[in-house]
Nanobody
Framework: QVQLVESGGGLVQAGGSLRLSCAASRSIFSINAMGWYRQAPGKQRELVATITSGARLNYANSVKGRFTLSRDNAKNTVYLQMNSLKPEDTAVYYC?????????????WGQGTQVTVSS
């Protein structure tokens, strides 16, 4: 089992910055991928950024150049630095951890943290 604890959400003006953190209850080395997804009202949940255990990064086109995903293996934590925030970034952000084995994939989710960007 993997428990995920998120922090860092809040209210910020357009052009501002926030940093989200997600701490996992087990070693990141045993998790195949971690990152963030987001869901705005009336929209489907979408990928924001992920990092694999091999340090491969994947960003949504809408956040490339503005968001940076990083990890601290010693703390079992990943971070999402969000700069130049736009009102369209407003959403609930969910931390995700994916564990892959020979039979199936298991996705674990944080409780979600609200990010609101005012114009």
């Amino acid at each position: 089992q993997v428990q995920l604890v998120e922090s860092g959400g809040g209210l910020v003006q357009a052009g501002g910055s926030l940093r989200l953190s997600c701490a996992a209850s087990r070693s990141i080395f045993s998790i195949n991928a971690m990152g963030w997804y987001r869901q705005a009202p009336g929209k489907q949940r979408e990928l924001v950024a992920t990092i694999t255990s091999g340090a491969r990064l994947n960003y949504a086109n809408s956040v490339k150049g503005r968001f940076t995903l990083s990890r601290d293996n010693a703390k079992n934590t990943v971070y999402l630095q969000m700069n130049s925030l736009k009102p369209e970034d407003t959403a609930v952000y969910y931390c995700n951890a994916r564990v892959v084995n020979a039979w199936h994939d298991i996705d674990y989710w944080g409780q979600g943290t609200q990010v609101t960007v005012s114009s």
